[in-house]
């Protein structure tokens, strides 16, 4: 149980362009899933709390109108670079806060971007 | 400003050698606490939690949390080759809310 699932997994764009990384929790509903960015070497960096049905909530420091969250269902998330550039390049890892509501988070697998 | 402290490594240590992972954090007031394991060029996998003091185990696994030394540790017995990877350590700074505040890790090498 408590599955969460990234898609794509990697992507490669061209600086300028958009990209939507989706979070899916598969076996369980989520209302709230977390966005984290890891550099490499890095630790992980909380983005921002995406509420279904609600505005997420932005960490200091991430732009939210670079960064656009849409958490429509209880089982999806949505992460959409805009106007990506190069330094956007990390490894954007999704998270999903466990059934019933516990304080555990589950991690997708993560996305690697990487911006040309 | 809420902090996780962790010794970024690597700890070596041999197969078969018990490891210790060691963690300490800023609020004296935090209730939940976690191990997640992070393999290279992968995302992080739930270990373990622990919420009160004192030890938890689970398998090979043994979590010790001490609230009054803000410091929580995960032992890992007869480790294995495939233990090598980096550990992280989270911490929830309010009860209630899900937000998690993760070290920088712990990198393990288990030699065989």
């Known amino acids: 149980g408590a599955v969460v699932s990234q898609h794509p997994s990697w992507v490669i764009c061209k600086s300028g362009t958009s990209v939507k990384i989706e979070c899916r929790s598969l076996?369980?509903?989520?209302?709230?899933m977390f966005w984290y960015r890891q550099f490499p070497k890095q630790s992980l960096m909380l983005m921002a709390t995406s509420n279904e049905g609600s505005k997420a909530t932005y960490e200091q420091g991430v732009e939210k109108d670079k960064f656009l969250i849409n958490h429509a269902s209880l089982t999806l998330s949505t992460l959409t670079v805009t106007s990506a550039h190069p330094e956007d390049s990390s490894f954007y890892i999704c998270?999903?806060?466990?059934?019933?509501?516990?304080?555990?988070?589950?991690f997708g697998p993560g996305t690697r971007l990487l911006v040309l | 400003q809420k902090e996780v402290e962790q010794n970024s490594g690597p700890l070596s240590v041999p197969e078969g050698a018990i490891a210790s992972l060691n963690c300490t954090y800023s609020?004296?007031?935090?209730?939940?606490f976690f191990w997640y394991r992070q393999y290279s060029g992968k995302s992080p996998e739930l270990i373990m939690s622990i919420y009160s003091n004192g030890d938890k185990e689970d398998g090979r696994f043994t979590a010790q949390l001490n609230k009054a030394s803000q410091y929580v540790s995960l032992l890992i017995r007869d480790s294995q080759p495939s233990d090598s990877a980096t550990y992280l350590c989270a911490v929830n700074f309010r009860s209630g809310y899900s937000t998690l505040t993760f070290g920088k890790g712990t990198m393990l090498l288990v030699s065989p």
């Open positions: 998270s999903a806060r466990g059934p019933r509501g516990g304080e555990t988070q589950y």
């Open positions: 609020d004296r007031v935090s209730q939940s």
């Open positions: 076996d369980f509903q989520a209302t709230t």
